[in-house]
Every structure is written in structure tokens, then in C-alpha cells.
């Protein structure tokens, strides 16, 4: 059983910097691709950034090159999103997946299990 717990989350200002973790439980974390997306009120979910298992290759949206980057710590079963520059329009549910395979995957088809997710709320 996969268990993904995101943390991190919170209000910020514009401008600001948060740094989100999803911590995973279960075996052969190292042989998955992770990502991360994220939900606003009335949309629908989007792809934000992708690692592979490795952490050789990273994918990350137009959106927010440039501001965000994504790691992973296979040794502690955690994938992290270092968000900078933060806008209001950044503001959504943060969600943490575990790709079906160990490719970089973009779309949520690519991505067997979720996290609950974590607020992320930039004020301007």
C-alpha cells in the first residue's frame, strides 16, 4: 500500500517562498517517477512538475519555470517542490503523485496514487 502525505502548504505573500514535501510510504519509492500538481477553485487539475526516478530529468509547466524546482531524496522517501516568486495566481490545492512507471509522466493518467494535497494560498 502507497501513502502519500504532502506538507508545507500555507499563506504567503506574493513574491514569497514556500518549499512543499511529500513524504511516501511504501516499497521501491526510487523506482517511480514523482509529480506534483495542483487544483484552483472551479478548475481542473494541472500538471505543475514531474522527476523522474532517478531525479536525472525533471519536466516543470510553463507556468512556473523558472520559479519552481523539483527534488527527491530517494534515501528519505520524500519529493520536494521549492516554489519561488510566488503569485496569486499560484494559489490552489498541491497535490503529490507517484507515476505509474519511472518515466517523467505530465498528464494525471501517468499517476497511479495521490496525496490529499496542501493548501497553498498567495495573498497580493
Known amino acids: 500500500q502507497v501513502q502519500l502525505v504532502e506538507s508545507g502548504g500555507g499563506l504567503v505573500q506574493a513574491g514569497g517562498s514556500l518549499r512543499l514535501s511529500c513524504a511516501a510510504s511504501?516499497?521501491?519509492?526510487?523506482?517511480?517517477?514523482m509529480g506534483w500538481f495542483r487544483q484552483a477553485p472551479g478548475k481542473e487539475r494541472e500538471f505543475v512538475a514531474a522527476?523522474?526516478?532517478?531525479?536525472?530529468?525533471?519536466s516543470l509547466a510553463d507556468s512556473v519555470k523558472g520559479r519552481f524546482t523539483i527534488s527527491r531524496d530517494n534515501a528519505k522517501n520524500t519529493v520536494y517542490l521549492q516554489m519561488n516568486s510566488l503569485k496569486p495566481e499560484d494559489t490552489a490545492v498541491y497535490f503529490c503523485?507517484?507515476?505509474?512507471?519511472?518515466?517523467?509522466?505530465?498528464?494525471?493518467?501517468?499517476?497511479?496514487?495521490w496525496g490529499q494535497g496542501t493548501q497553498v494560498t498567495v495573498s497580493s
Open positions: 522527476i523522474s526516478w532517478s531525479g536525472d530529468r525533471t
Open positions: 503523485a507517484r507515476a505509474s512507471y519511472s518515466i517523467v509522466a505530465v498528464t494525471t493518467s501517468g499517476y497511479d496514487y
Open positions: 511504501g516499497r521501491f519509492f526510487s523506482s517511480y517517477g
